[in-house]
T-cell receptor
Framework: AQKITQTQPGMFVQEKEAVTLDCTYD???????LFWYKQPSSGEMIFLIY??????QNATEGRYSLNFQKARKSANLVISASQLGDSAMYFC???????????????FGQGTILTVHP | AAGVIQSPRHLIKEKRETATLKCYPI?????VYWYQQGPGQDPQFLIS???????DKGSIPDRFSAQQFSDYHSELNMSSLELGDSALYFC???????????FGPGTRLTVT
């Protein structure tokens, strides 16, 4: 079974500073993908960044980067230059591909609430 | 860019009633996923469809059923609603099962 763990229920950061949100995962499948989503108070689930298990380089999307450490099974999200609008719940999620068949479903962590202070 | 469309956005039903949620995936996306997010919880996978065939099933109650139609839109049918079914229901789509999943805005179902 796959498991995603986000150990930080809440994080605080000052505007314009960088923040790292932690995510560790557990799977025996060699082929998997890791996702980060942002969920503002309005409820929608916004895709931020994706990292494949065979990707050689860490993924980056604008102010978001993923610090992927395969041996440690961690996929931390780094947000640079935080903005007030970054205040939201952040979910780490994993998708595995088992036995040559791609299932695709996502398993989510418990989430981290990020609060950006002015 | 076109996004995933879900309707309705809000739905209020009484216990034992039925509800139908609709999802229109991003154009040219052939895979649809349904997730349920209870209050203060992370989303839980319910069911998925690839090329109009059910591809995987999660913790979906027997009272729920879903299908994907020829135009790739999907519907989640929920019968004999219970108070515990109150949740945010997301539909997500991807281009094949290995693509990035993009979520719709969700349907907030309240069962009274």
């Amino acid at each position: 079974a796959q498991k995603i763990t986000q150990t930080q229920p809440g994080m605080f950061v000052q505007e314009k500073e960088a923040v790292t949100l932690d995510c560790t995962y557990d799977t025996s499948d060699p082929s998997y993908g890791l996702f980060w989503y942002k969920q503002p108070s309005s409820g929608e689930m916004i895709f931020l960044i994706y990292q494949g298990s065979y990707d050689q380089q860490n993924a980056t999307e604008g102010r978001y980067s993923l610090n992927f450490q395969k041996a440690r099974k961690s996929a931390n999200l780094v947000i640079s230059a935080s903005q007030l609008g970054d205040s939201a719940m952040y979910f780490c999620a994993m998708r595995v591909i088992s036995g040559g068949t791609s299932y695709g479903k996502l398993t989510f962590g418990q989430g981290t609430i990020l609060t950006v202070h002015p | 860019a076109a996004g995933v469309i879900q309707s309705p956005r809000h739905l209020i039903k009484e216990k034992r009633e039925t509800a139908t949620l609709k999802c229109y995936p991003i154009p040219r996306h052939d895979t649809v996923y349904w997730y349920q997010q209870g209050p203060g919880q992370d989303p839980q996978f319910l069911i998925s469809f690839y090329e109009k065939m059910q591809s995987d099933k999660g913790s979906i109650p027997d009272r729920f059923s879903a299908q994907q139609f020829s135009d790739y839109h999907s519907e989640l049918n929920m019968s004999s609603l219970e108070l515990g079914d109150s949740a945010l229901y997301f539909c997500a789509s991807s281009s094949n099962r290995q693509g990035k999943q993009y979520f719709g805005p969700g349907t907030r179902l309240t069962v009274t």
